[in-house]
């Protein structure tokens, strides 16, 4: 079984550029969150799909971030325009149910705001 | 008060050492338990479920007391292949990440 995958694993952009992460949930997995670990922070919540719709979008820092999971099936997060203190790991994961038995995670994109 | 405390570490422990983590969470209505293992640029990965009875799965052992809203986390015999950081994590409406305790085993 293919895990979840993201893409890119690394992006370094410059303050006011946009990048757009994206992630591949396990096939089937209806659940679909994102998280983010900054430098000396624990990872934080950023939002939660079911198939395509939000269902807690409360972690997502400002509306420079904007979350999209057309169809259900993969899912992006478009920073726009990017701030230094974005810089971070962003993490994605999903589950079969909501989370009772734990989630998968990806490997991370690690964004860097030059 | 942050919702899922951890013991700030780190933990440094010679080979063979048993090793306990603590953590605390401050919401009653948390559903599930969990601890993670984290390697150094790696995502996370679960390690164990925690449940009420208490769990083992080899030389890991997790307990959960509701009252108190305390869970641990016992590894005995400490291989170099546990040097990670340990994060708590609990469900109730989403999931809360502790800040995480690493461990460094020495031969």
Redesign the interface.
Known sequence: EAGVTQFPSHSVIEKGQTVTLRCDPISGHDNL?W?RRVMG?????LL?FVKESKQ?E??MPNNRFLAERTGGTYSTLKVQPAELEDSGVY?CASSQD???????????T?LTVV | RKE?EQDPGPFNVPEGATVAFNCTYSNSAS??F?W?RQDC??????LM?VYSSGNEDGRFTAQLNRASQYISLLIRDSKLSDSATY?C?V?Y????????TSLSVIP
Request: aromatic share 22%.
């Open positions: 969150y998280y922070k624990e990872i934080k919540f939660h807690d409360s972690g993490f909501r989370g009772a038995y734990g989630y998968t995670f990806g490997s991370g690690r | 899922v559903q599930s969990f993670y640029r790696k995502e996370p990965k679960l479920s994060l994590v469900l409406d989403k999931v809360i990440f502790g800040p995480g």
